[in-house]
């Protein structure tokens, strides 16, 4: 039996009331040439029970329960060690597919091999109903790309709103160290081998509720300014060592500026408010963070404008003693 076109890949995890709605919206897909593999994450409610009659309808369903908890990121990596489609599309488990989602990501991804990931339109449902736009429309050069997402954040989308091509896994499974922002980085590194594509269209939903993984993090303070520091020196050292195999800083210097001022004012700006907790900061002064902050900090354009305000003063003393004599 020849492997599927799609593996659309499910990370479950005690969303049983929410597990319904997005199977059924893969299941009413007009594409029909896919795989769903749902990894349950030890689950303590009822979704085995609910995947199990999913199971008898559709045998392009398999189920797959981990044997302890591994955490969400763990949790994704998973899922793709069982993956055996052509093209990837995660879901997340309280998350939903429009019905033309697969059918479209398949035919730019089959007509355009050059084009490494694709993305689209999203909206939020459940206590909000915003809809998320990209800023650039249909192809987007990968150097062009990167260096949007890293200077406005995830505009590329969730990972219910990616697809990929499976081969392009030799690259690396998700980051588990760079929580929250795995899924960002994951599509910066696809970004090597192929450019971006995004249709301006929503077809894919992004559930907001209380119980969402998100809004845990933001809601413990250490771990949000941990976050802060850590996408902070994420973002610079994408620019000065070249993580995602470009020359950044060459190709866009003052766009590659902009993000590494950005980045710094955002760590300084964290400390002057003086609100954290000893353990982010232990962190941001161990030696080897010092040694990277001013790594990043002693940019050309730092030392020409450290320069110019040194000389400022200069003549300014030079001058009042003139003036004095």
Not at 43 to 57: A, H, P, V
Not at 146 to 160: A, H, M, V
Request: aromatic fraction near 14%; charge should be positive.
């Amino acid at each position: 039996m020849s492997n599927p076109k799609v593996s659309v890949l499910i990370p479950a995890y005690n969303y049983a009331q929410y597990l319904p709605e997005a199977i059924d919206s893969v299941l009413a897909q007009t594409f029909e040439d896919f795989e769903i593999l749902i990894v349950d994450n030890c689950s303590t409610d009822n979704t085995e029970e609910i995947i199990m009659e999913y199971l008898k309808k559709d045998r392009r369903i398999q189920y797959f329960k981990n044997e302890e908890n591994i955490g969400p990121y763990r949790n994704y990596n998973q899922c793709l060690l069982y993956a055996s489609g052509e093209y990837i599309k995660f879901l997340n488990a309280d998350d939903k597919f429009a019905p033309t989602l697969l059918e479209k990501f398949v035919s730019i991804l089959d007509n355009n091999h050059d084009i490494a990931i694709i993305t689209s339109y999203r909206q939020y449902f459940g206590s909000k109903t915003d809809i998320l736009k990209t800023p650039y429309k249909g192809q987007v050069e990968s150097k062009t790309a990167i260096l949007s997402s890293l200077k406005y954040g995830n505009w590329i989308g969730e990972p219910t709103t990616v697809m990929f091509r499976r081969k392009h896994l030799n690259l690396g499974l998700f980051d588990i160290s760079l929580l929250p922002f795995a899924d960002q980085d994951m599509w910066l590194r696809h970004l090597r081998v192929g450019s971006l594509y995004t249709i301006d269209e929503v077809l894919s939903y992004f559930r907001i509720h209380d119980e969402m993984g998100t809004f845990q993090i933001s809601n413990n303070k250490d771990k949000r300014y941990f976050n802060i520091l850590q996408y902070a020196e994420y973002r610079r050292n994408a620019i000065l060592n070249h993580r995602f195999g470009y020359n950044l800083y060459t190709h866009a210097p003052k766009e590659a500026r902009k993000i590494l001022n950005d980045a710094t004012k955002r760590i300084v700006k964290l400390i002057e408010t003086k609100t954290t907790s000893i353990e982010p900061l232990a962190y941001l002064y161990r030696f080897i963070i010092v040694q990277k902050f001013f790594q990043v900090a002693i940019t050309p354009d730092f030392i020409y404008r450290t320069y110019a305000k040194l000389n400022a003063v200069r003549k300014t003393i030079k001058a009042f003693f003139k003036v004095s004599k």
